[in-house]
């Protein structure tokens, strides 16, 4: 099996060492670099190419959601955003700038690993009390962009709707194509359709449309 290549992005050389440690001591994680900055981290994911990056939000140069903006955009890496705060600044900039994950610092190492393992398969990871605080604010009532929201989400195919309502429901790849009845490769094919013709960074803002339009799968 390869391994999971990950970029650490701290600041705090005390923290980094400590998550190197950790991710190091794990069969099929691969520490490929480290990075002190936001600057230094958008430098390595584009020249080191890693699966995941470990994206703290408070750096220096350039923060981490501007960092995981331009890795993003730049298609080179999923980004997983690892902070001590979960502010509402801080979580809702890391998924509009496209992270695939927000996990808070005091979290055990198994969850963390699981965490990365997630992200490098494709899916979403959100601590638990980030996903509480999204499904509030999107079940507010209607926002003034919704129409043209649904507008797009109407112009998918039949069967992209119902990979949009699996992923509201929070299912990862495997799990919505044994739900649907396909392969998992198919899956990720639809994935990578919905984000397009929606114009959305990642599966986590799929989710979120998804649930705020009243479309997760029951």
Known sequence: ???????????????????????????????????ADGEQAVRLAAELRPDV?????QMPRLDGVSATRRIVDAGTAQVLVLTTFD???????????G???????????????????TVA????????SVTR???????RPEQPDRPKARAAVDALTP????VLGCLGAGLSNGQIAERLE????????????????????????AAILAQDLGLVAK
């Open 133 to 139: 605080r999204l499904i509030s604010t999107f079940t």
């Open 121 to 128: 398969r494709g899916d979403g990871m959100l601590a638990p």
């Open 182 to 205: 396909m392969a998992e490769a198919t899956t990720k094919t639809h994935v990578s359709r919905i984000l397009a013709k929606l114009e959305l960074k990642g599966r986590v803002q």
């Open 99 to 117: 992270a695939a994950g927000f996990l808070l610092k005091d979290l055990e190492a198994d969850a963390l690993i699981e965490g990365i393992r």
């Open 159 to 162: 069967r992209e709707r119902e």
């Open 1 to 35: 099996m390869t391994a999971v290549r990950v970029l650490v992005a701290e600041d705090q050389a005390a923290v980094r060492a400590a998550l190197v440690m950790i991710l190091r001591s794990e069969a099929g994680l691969e520490v490929v670099g480290e990075a």
């Open 87 to 97: 502010h509402d600044e801080y979580v809702y900039g890391a998924l509009r700038a």
């Open 53 to 57: 990056v470990l994206m703290d939000v």
